[in-house]
Every structure is written in C-alpha cells, then in structure tokens.
C-alpha cells in the first residue's frame, strides 16, 4: 500500500501558489487570506498528529531514522522556499504579508516539533534552514568581536593564533557559502569561540605550545595558514640551537609534547583539509629525518678527518668483552638512546660514553665514532641478533 504525502497542501501552496511568479497572489482577497491563515494553523496541527502516528508505527530503528531525518529536510527546504517568496513585493501587501509570516511560524514550529521530539535521530551533517543561520551567524559574529576586544588581555603567546582563529572564523561566516552550513559546523564554531574565551584558556608547561594552540589542535583547527604558523613557530625556536644534534634533539622533545596534546578527530574546521596532526606529523617526519642524514653526513666526515691519535685509549683491563658485532651493538645503543632508557645530550654522547669500553671477539679497539655511523645502516640479519640477544636478557630477568 502506496503511503500518503502529509505534507502534499503545504507543499503546493508554498511552492506554486505563494510563488509570486505563478501569479496567484495577486487574486487573494483580504477575506480569503484569513480563511487562508485559519486553514494554516489547522493544518500544521494535522501534519503533527500524521508525523507522529506515521513515526511511531514503524518498528526497525533504521526506518524509524530514516523518516525522521526525510521530515527534518522536507520542513528546511520549505522554509527556505518560504522565506524566499516573501522577498518579493507583493508580500509588504498587509494581508499577503500575514499569510507569509504565518507559514513561515507553523515552518519553525513543526522544525522544531521534529528536532524536540526526535533529537537523537537526526544528523548533524543535516543543512541548517536560512532562519537559524542568521540567528547562529549572528551570534557567531557578537562573540568574535568580544574575543577580538580581548586579545590585548591575553598572553603574548596567545596573539597570533587567536588572531588567525578570529580572521578564519570571520571568513567562514561572512562567505558566499555560509548558507550551506550544517549543525555540526555551526556547533563546532560556537564550541571554539566558548573555549578561545580568555577565561576559558587553561595554563600550560609547554616550552612551544600556548594555551590557544593546546585549545586549537584539540578543535582540530585544521587550516592552511594555522599549520603554516606552527611550522614557522618550530623552526624559529631551532634556529636557537647550534649545532645540528642540539636542533634534532629539540625537534624530538617538540614532537613528543605535540603527540600528547589531545585532539577529536571527528571535529575539524574544514572538512575539505586534511586532519591538523596528520599534516603536522608529516612535516615533524620529513624534519626529523632531514636532521638525522645531516648529523650522519658529519659523523661520517669527521671519522674520515680525525687522526688515529685523536682517539681516547682505554686500558684494556678498563674493556669489556661483548659478543655481538659493532653493528648489534650499535642498534642497541641506538634503540637505548631513542626509546629514553638511557639519557644524554645526544645520541653521540651515549656512543661516546660507552663504545670506548666495549670490544668484541674480533676487535679490541672499537671507534664509537665508527660504531654511531653503522647504527643508520642496519642489516636484517643484525636485527635478528641484537633481538634474540635482548630475549635472552628477558628470560633470564624473569627467570630471577
């Protein structure tokens, strides 16, 4: 059985008959109109009471969703419809006039009936009607020039990414395409600009990260120009390091913090961009990995210049004797120093401190200079070794 249009005499009249091309409105008499209005109010109760016996006689959730979600996009597209034919003319006309605001009112009211009644089946990726988006655009706008007014109070760290926020939310809102909105974005805007109040901005430990940019990557403000600022941020706190392994040392440390900030993957800025980590974990990579070629470039070239005599003698009563190759050794060492179980100044400084002390069965005098090289060119078959070797140190650990 073929089930019945609710909404079939609404649809009619706001689409063809309040049309003011369709050249009806010009026939309604002041008489008509009230009868008009009457039957508006009658019917807005009648499609109600259809909605919710139509609803609640479906049993399977999906279609339950389904209808209600077809309903809550029927009324904004009416709406919108609505509120676009009392552009016209004809409706500064007193009794035309009553007739559009009266549909326009019963609009809203049944929206509202929907999202009520039935909030937990809709979806926030749903078009926002023209109505609520001048209302939220609104008071988007009032909050961006209270937090614009209140950025002189704020930290010195906070200026520019709250500026960048305020410049991108302020294009967001005010473009062409805002009427496009959905409620997601215009829940995640009135979220941000609650949690950029300076009130709101929490203290922070971080040497690099403000409590703007902890409040920011967390909102996934995920634009060109804030990933730009960050970028730029880092690379001018490295440039206050000399030398190349204080500068990856730096990098790390700064990656690290930023692992650990908190960030909600489903809430984004814009969903057209890529998500804010993944661009800046990209860019942390192809860093991290450009400072470790050029500190191995060094390391190699000053293996190559150092004289033999250069090289500490350590007593070989001082040695101890490890059976693993230089290159098992040398992962170890590496995964020791990267992974914090030992700490130094660098990487160099672990390979320093230790290597001199070492030989293996093979050789008595190990460079650590030589051995630091060889931990960037791992074999697999090395890898294997230095593994089964730290197995072998776990049986015997947990057989104490």
Not at 230 to 253: C, P, S, W
Not at 309 to 319: H, P, R, T
Request: charged share 25%.
């Amino acid at each position: 059985m073929q089930k019945k249009y609710h909404l079939e005499w609404f649809d009619c009249l706001i689409v063809q008959e309040l049309n003011a091309r369709s050249g009806v409105l010009q026939s309604i008499t002041i008489a008509e109109s009230k009868e008009l209005v009457a039957h508006i109010l009658q019917e807005s109760r009648r499609i109600q009471i259809q909605i919710k016996e139509e609803i609640f006689s479906i049993r399977k959730k999906r279609q339950f969703r389904h209808l209600v979600r077809k309903y809550h996009s029927i009324f904004i597209y009416l709406l919108d419809c609505s509120i676009e034919n009392q552009q016209h003319d004809f409706f500064r006309e007193p009794h035309l006039h009553n007739i559009g605001t009266t549909v326009i009112a019963v609009l809203e009211d049944l929206l509202s009936f929907v999202e009520n009644r039935f909030y937990k089946y809709l979806s926030l990726d749903e078009r926002v009607p023209i109505t609520y988006q001048i209302v939220s655009k609104r008071e988007i706008l009032s909050k961006l020039e209270v937090l614009k007014k209140n950025i002189s109070k704020a930290p010195s760290s906070t200026e520019e990414p709250l500026q960048i926020a305020i410049a991108k939310l302020y294009q967001k809102v005010t473009s062409e395409y805002t009427h496009k909105s959905t409620y997601r974005e215009i829940v995640y805007r009135k979220e941000l600009l609650n949690a950029l109040a300076n009130d709101a901005l929490p203290v922070v430990k971080s040497t690099i990260y403000s409590a703007a940019d902890e409040i920011l990557i967390a909102f996934n403000f995920n634009c060109q120009e804030y990933s730009s600022y960050l970028k730029n941020r880092i690379m001018l706190q490295l440039d206050h390091y000399t030398t190349v392994g204080e500068r990856l040392a730096a990098i790390l440390l700064i990656y690290k913090e930023f692992g650990q900030l908190y960030c909600t993957p489903k809430r984004m800025f814009d969903p057209q961009e890529p998500h804010l980590k993944e661009v800046l974990y990209t860019w942390f990579q192809h860093e991290i990995r450009y400072l470790e070629q050029q500190l191995k470039t060094k390391e190699e070239a000053a293996i190559v210049t150092t004289p033999q005599s250069d090289v500490a003698k350590i007593d070989s009563n001082l040695k101890m004797e490890c059976d693993l190759s230089c290159d098992q050794i040398a992962l170890i060492l590496r995964a020791a120093d990267e992974s914090r179980v030992v700490k130094a100044r660098s990487m160099s400084q672990v390979f320093k401190s230790i290597v001199p002390y070492l030989s293996t069965p093979f050789k008595k005098e190990l460079s650590y200079q030589s051995v630091r090289s060889k931990s960037y060119n791992a074999e697999d078959r090395d890898k294997v070794v230095a593994i089964r070797t730290l197995e072998k140190m776990i049986t015997k650990i947990n057989s104490y």
